[in-house]
C-alpha cells in the first residue's frame, strides 16, 4: 500500500515572500501521479497542480511549482509571491497509473500542512 | 458549467440510524469516489464506483455502501452510524482513466450525536 507523508503540520510566509511545503511518499510502482490540493476554510478541495511520475520536467502552474525528486520520492510544493489568498490546508497526494477493475485508482492523501500567510 | 455537487451541506444524526448523502459529477464525468475526511486529517478514499459498479474500496467496513445511477450520479449510504462516522464527506467526479485529475464537491458535513 501506498503512503504520504506530510511532516510540517503548519508553516507560516510573510505575504510576497516564497514557501515550501513537503511531500514524500512510499510506492513500489514506477508508474504514478501526484497532485497538491489546497482546501481552504470553506472546505473545496481545490486541485494546485499535478505531476506525472514519468515526466522529469517539474510541472509549473503560474505561481506554484513543485520539486519532483522520484529516486528520493520526494514532492515538495514552492508557492512564489505568496498572497493572502493563498491561506489554506496543503494535501500531497498519490494516484496509482494502474487501472484496476475500470475507472481509476482512489488518491492517497497525506494528512496535510496548514499554510499561514502573514500580511 | 456546473461543477460537482453535493447534498445535503449538513446532517445531523443519532448513532444506530442510516443516512444516505448525494452527488452529480462534473458535466461530462463518468466516474465518482467517495472519501470521508475526519477533522484535522487528509481524506480516506471509501470506494469509486464507474459504469454503474463499484470499482475499488478502501479499508471501510461493509456498513458503507453505495450506488451509481445511469447519469453517473452517486450515493453514499451508511448504516447503523458511530459517532466515529462524524466527518466531511467528500464526492470527487473525474473521466475513468487513471491519470484523470479529480475534481471535489463542497463536501456534506456529517455529526453523529
Known amino acids: 500500500a501506498q503512503t504520504v507523508t506530510q511532516s510540517q503540520p503548519e508553516m507560516s510566509v510573510q505575504e510576497a515572500e516564497t514557501v515550501t511545503l513537503s511531500c514524500t511518499y512510499d510506492t513500489s510502482e514506477s508508474d504514478y501521479y501526484l497532485f497538491w490540493y489546497k482546501q481552504p476554510p470553506s472546505r473545496q478541495m481545490i486541485l494546485v497542480i499535478r505531476?506525472?511520475?514519468?515526466?522529469?520536467q517539474n510541472a509549473t502552474e503560474n505561481r506554484f511549482s513543485v520539486n519532483f525528486q522520484k529516486a528520493a520520492k520526494s514532492f515538495s510544493l514552492k508557492i512564489s509571491d505568496s498572497q493572502l489568498g493563498d491561506a489554506a490546508m496543503y494535501f500531497c497526494?498519490?494516484?496509482?497509473?494502474?487501472?484496476?477493475?475500470?475507472?481509476?485508482?482512489?488518491?492517497?492523501f497525506g494528512k496535510g500542512t496548514h499554510l499561514i500567510i502573514q500580511p | 458549467d456546473a461543477g460537482v455537487t453535493q447534498s445535503p451541506t449538513h446532517l445531523i444524526k443519532t448513532r444506530g440510524q442510516q443516512v444516505t448523502l448525494r452527488c452529480s459529477p462534473k458535466?461530462?464525468?463518468?466516474?465518482v469516489s467517495w472519501y470521508q475526511q475526519a477533522l484535522g486529517q487528509g481524506p480516506q478514499f471509501i470506494f469509486q464506483y464507474y459504469e454503474e459498479e463499484e470499482r475499488q474500496r478502501g479499508n471501510f467496513p461493509d456498513r458503507f455502501s453505495g450506488h451509481q445511477f445511469p447519469n453517473y450520479s452517486s450515493e453514499l449510504n451508511v448504516n447503523a452510524l458511530l459517532l466515529g462516522d462524524s466527518a466531511l464527506y467528500l464526492c470527487a467526479s473525474s473521466h475513468g482513466y487513471p491519470g484523470e485529475t479529480q475534481y471535489f464537491g463542497p463536501g456534506t458535513r456529517l455529526l453523529v450525536l
Open positions: 505531476q506525472e511520475a514519468y515526466k522529469q
Open positions: 458535466s461530462g464525468h463518468d466516474t
Open positions: 497526494a498519490y494516484r496509482s497509473a494502474i487501472r484496476q477493475g475500470g475507472g481509476a485508482d482512489g488518491l492517497t
